[in-house]
């Protein structure tokens, strides 16, 4: 809820992101939930794979 919370004091999401695609059809406590698994799913594939994160950069 924090990163929610964090990008509508500053303006809401960049437009098209993930996070703001979410925001825009969901309730905001099932959007804290995704989020928390994805974050949940990428920690655990780090950790599996012993890699180090790179974040995807938009096309």
Known sequence: M???Q???RKGGAP???WLDRMLKR???LLVAI???NKMARMAWAVMK???VYRVQLAA
């Open 34 to 36: 995704a989020l928390a």
């Open 15 to 17: 437009d098209g992101s």
């Open 49 to 51: 794979n012993e890699d």
């Open 26 to 28: 969901k309730p905001k």
């Open 2 to 4: 924090s990163v929610i």
């Open 6 to 8: 964090s990008n509508e």
